[in-house]
């Protein structure tokens, strides 16, 4: 019993003993931060009671003086923005005279560039012809005229400066062309009668084609003495009859007529005649197929892109063609503004 009692009290002297530790480091913590937070006062209002001495310090200012070149850069480019000065006083006297000074023509503005002899010699001509009477005033030579109205190839009337004809030689169409009566021997004639109907105002090209192509020229040419000779002398050597083409100068066209219609873009007809018998093919795959019509629409479409400033008419005569194309080739002819003429055998004869 006397050891229990003994090892209770050992045991609360122990616990008196942890409290009064524990309430030691608790006073210590407490004391720390008041010491702590009494300097911490201490130092802010310290600031205000010794301030530090005010320093003075001079730093180097660098500035770098602007060029004199520069300047004078500057200088030109703003006088140059000026406008420049024109002279719109009139021309006066400075003393009384006899007679009065006229005033200055006004001067079209088209007149300050260059001039084309070309274009002077065509107006010439042309003046003459209304003049004389060949021609009168409009419709006299080959209905083109002294005022450039139209012209008329293979019965169809048209109009423009620009003038480019395509001709299908395909064995097909030489065949259809022969039996509908109209061979190829007289569209030739047709062709060359038309170029000497043409004014000096114009230009003309001329393109074979079959699968390849062949062009007179690979642009259009003013018609004048020298082309004109150039173009009979061309189709006399290299207007064929046979439905193909050879020669070194023949152009690979696996596109058939769209590759036709590509190349003629280029070259902004006003007015392009396609003689054919309506039926258009190529070899993209390597095989003969037909073309699709709206590849053909779409080159066209191309071609009037090329030439924005006015419509260019494509204008068809067709020989023996079928039905199933002529019904595709009508709205994409009036799409154009053109017309198409059939020519078989039947309506030949009617004289149609």
Known sequence: MPETFEAILEQGSQKQQRRRLIISI???????????????????????FFSPPAQFEARKEIRIPAKVRDHKMNMAEFDAMTPKPSFTDKLQSLRPTNFALPELPKVPLDQMLPLDPAEIVSDAATSLLGTAGVGGGGSGVGGLGGS??????MGIQSTGKRILLLFDI???????????GMPMSRIKEETLELLNKLPLTARFGIVQFSQNYLP?????????????EAVRQWITERWTEAGTLSGKDVISNPKGFVGILE???????DVVYVISDGSFQWRITGNLENIPWKEISTAIDAVQKANPQTRVPFNFITFEAKPEDLKELRPIAAKSGGRIREITRENNESGR
């Not at 006073?27 to 130092?43: E, K, M, S, T, Y």
């Open 216 to 228: 007179f020229r690979n642009e259009l040419v003013p018609v004048n003495d020298q082309n004109r």
């Open 263 to 269: 190349f003629t873009a280029p070259l902004q007809p």
């Open 26 to 48: 608790l006073i210590i913590v407490v004391a720390l931060h008041l010491a702590a937070g009494i300097f911490a006062g201490a130092l802010v209002v310290a600031r205000y």
């Open 148 to 153: 450039g109205e139209g012209f008329s190839f």
């Open 170 to 180: 395909s064995k097909s169409v030489v065949n259809k062309a022969e039996k509908s």
